[in-house]
């Protein structure tokens, strides 16, 4: 029932939302402060079916302005890094930079939490983790 009543892919394994997910169903999104609204207001429609979520993969997806433009059918002869880019375009596992996550914390109230981003290196996704961390308190 719950799943019937999201949108998208916004729902990761049954009792995970994952942000980003949920920011791609909005092509409209243009900034962060609009997204941590739209995944709340998002996770109020859903009533009691808001207590199933338990858990968060946080990362920031606005890739609305890129899909409003990109191709919606893949081309018969793509490659698989030109596959990979669009992906990536779309659900970009980016931290969150501005303030504002205390309130998506507080509306979904998880009961764990994971960073879901891209890196390249354990020093870098420290820095990531560290950074967004820092907002989850303002």
């Known amino acids: 029932e719950m799943t019937s009543s999201l ?76 596959i990979m880019h669009h992906v990536t375009s779309i659900d970009q596992h980016l931290i969150f930079k501005e303030s504002g996550l205390k309130s998506l914390i507080e509306c979904i109230e998880p009961s764990y939490l994971v960073h879901e981003l891209f890196y390249d290196n354990l020093a870098e996704l420290s820095v990531l983790v560290q950074t967004q961390q820092k907002l989850l308190l303002k």
């Open 7 to 82: 949108v998208g892919s916004e729902m990761c394994i049954r009792d995970r939302l994952d942000t980003g997910h949920l920011m791609n169903t909005n092509i409209s999104l243009s900034n962060e402060l609009e997204a941590v609204s739209f995944i709340c207001q998002t996770v109020e429609n859903l009533g009691m079916y808001k207590n199933y979520i338990h858990g968060m993969h946080l990362s920031c997806s606005l890739s609305g302005s890129y899909q409003k433009h990109s191709c919606k059918a893949v081309p018969e002869s793509c490659s698989m890094t030109e």
